[in-house]
């Protein structure tokens, strides 16, 4: 199988080199050549297996210029070695009139594990087969979540190196803590004296200055990132789709060949895009539900084929989901439309304009697989109160968002295909609005106390990644100013 452009270029990559460059050459996403096909025999055989092996299997598929021997290895190394808190990986929790897919058992409590605990291992593993002799030196910057899965996935991982940027006072105590604690020979952490967007300015014209990259070069370093336009990113997403319907069968919720609807709390639009992925490929799916927040630029779009990311952003307490550019989207277009000269139009009005029409007949093709909700902060935390009283269940405030969101879906259609709501996080990350929901009194109770009290709610165990955190040593103390950002990768890679 090959990879090629979303915007039309034509190079077609194996898997290995689509993953070492990121994106294409003309500013493009790669995507598959053709859509892998399975059998109800292949979904059906994914029962009783761990998830290790159902992931081998669905990665075989799209990564067919590895080798069985290379995708078991990377595939152990990501999720064995005790790193995962649930021996399931991914545990589908199944309730009376729903089901919830936990992907936050991970390092760093959140469903960003999922892609990044794989992504180092197929990167270093392309580098490998593909004979490249440099080190990848990812660059990140983060408002908090990213920034630790990334370090989580690429510590001590061969021939790459991590450097993460984080705003100062930009995030939260226990995100910062996560960063500064980190263990690896191959990472590094710094402060920038500036907000998000400054950071994320600064990687970006470190990106872009050519002389600052044949500097690299020079040194056998080259540079690269691991954010969610990645197909080595999204391609492990896939695979807990299939996962879950395999776990429905085992529970015999369902029978082989049912439909099911999956209701997912976006953002980049990557995870529900790799829902679409696995609808493709024949997993028996009815409906994918797009959930968001008060930044519900993904909602006009699915009702109304008209992207405009126009429009005032707002802070909410699903701070994953505080987006207005998803660039994921790109490649649904593509799958729809098969036409890169289109999509390349579309994203050119959207750098220019800030907006753009897909027009009714795409439009439509989309709406019979898609419908979209969102909910505002007052909603979210009415449903974590809801289905904490009915259920005695916390979810974290994106799943709660989710769980609205297929409430919503329900009530407007209908529908009662059995519904899989997607959970992103861990409730312990975001501890002091779940709290809250809960009707707690949380002023002045610092980060450490806040995990102790949803413990007694909860009953569900603090997470070792974030408990070890009281007592872990900071490692990283540097900082810098934002126009000092490239100086520092200097530093550390030359
Ligand atoms: C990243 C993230 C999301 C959004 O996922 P996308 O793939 O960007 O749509 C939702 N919830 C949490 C907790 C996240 O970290």
């Not at 081998?56 to 999720?79: H, I, M, P, Q």
């Not at 890169?340 to 897909?358: H, P």
């Not at 769980?403 to 529908?415: F, I, L, M, P, S």
């Amino acid at each position: 199988m090959k990879y090629i452009s979303t915007r039309g270029k034509a190079e077609r990559l194996d898997s290995a080199e689509a993953i070492i460059h990121g994106l294409a050459g003309d500013g493009g996403l790669f995507v598959p050549d053709e859509m892998p096909k399975v059998s109800m025999d292949f979904v059906e055989g994914l029962k009783g297996i761990s998830y290790e092996e159902r992931s081998e299997k669905v990665l075989g598929l799209f990564l067919t210029d590895y080798t069985e021997g290379e995708l078991k290895s990377c595939v152990e190394r990501a999720y064995g070695g005790g790193k995962f808190d649930h021996e399931r990986r991914a545990p589908l929790n199944i309730f009376d009139d729903v089901s919830v897919l936990e992907l936050w058992h991970g390092p760093t409590s959140a469903f960003k594990d999922m892609a990044l605990q794989l992504l180092p291992q197929l990167m270093s593993t392309a580098l490998r087969k593909t004979g490249e002799k440099d080190t990848v030196l990812i660059l990140v910057a983060t408002s908090g979540d990213t920034g630790k899965a990334a370090l989580e996935g690429f510590r001590d991982v061969e021939q790459t190196k991590i450097m993460v940027f984080y705003p100062e006072g930009g995030v939260s105590k226990i995100q910062r803590l996560q960063m500064l604690t980190q263990k690896g020979s191959n990472v590094n952490v710094t402060a920038v004296r500036g907000n998000f967007d400054d950071a994320q300015s600064g990687v970006k014209a470190i990106f872009s200055d050519e002389a600052f990259g044949s500097k690299l070069a020079e040194h056998g370093v080259k540079l690269s990132s691991a954010n969610s336009i990645n197909w080595g990113r999204l391609v492990p997403q896939i695979v807990y789709y299939f996962s879950a319907y395999a776990d429905l069968l085992s529970a015999h919720r369902i029978q082989a060949g049912d439909e099911i609807d999956f209701c997912v709390p976006t953002g980049n639009f990557g995870d529900i895009l790799a829902a679409f992925y696995a609808k493709c490929m024949g997993l028996p799916v009815h409906k994918l539900v797009c959930a968001s927040n008060v930044n519900n630029v993904l909602t006009d779009f699915l009702q109304t084929g008209v992207y405009n990311r126009k429009r005032d952003f707002f802070k909410t307490i699903t701070p994953s989901m505080d987006i207005l550019i998803s660039s994921n989207l790109e490649r649904l277009l593509y799958h729809v439309t098969k036409d890169a000269a289109k999509v390349k139009a579309w994203m050119r009005q959207l750098s220019e304009t800030g907006r753009y029409d897909v027009g009714a007949d795409v439009l439509g093709e989309i709406q019979k697989l898609f419908w979209a909700g969102y909910t505002d902060d007052a909603g979210t935390k009415a449903a974590i109160r809801r289905v904490y009283e009915a259920k005695r269940y916390v979810p974290d405030t994106h799943t709660a968002v989710a769980w609205d969101v297929a409430e919503q879906y329900r009530k407007a259609t209908g529908d009662k295909h059995e519904m899989v709501v997607v959970s992103t996080a861990s409730p312990y990350k975001f501890n002091a609005s779940v709290l809250e929901a809960l009707g707690e009194k949380i002023e002045g109770l610092d980060e450490f106390r806040l995990l102790d009290l949803l413990l007694e709610k909860s009953g569900h165990p603090i997470p070792a990644g974030l408990d070890s955190l009281r007592t872990a040593k900071e490692l990283h103390k540097g900082v810098c100013e934002k126009d000092g950002m490239e100086a520092a990768v200097g530093a550390f890679a030359l």
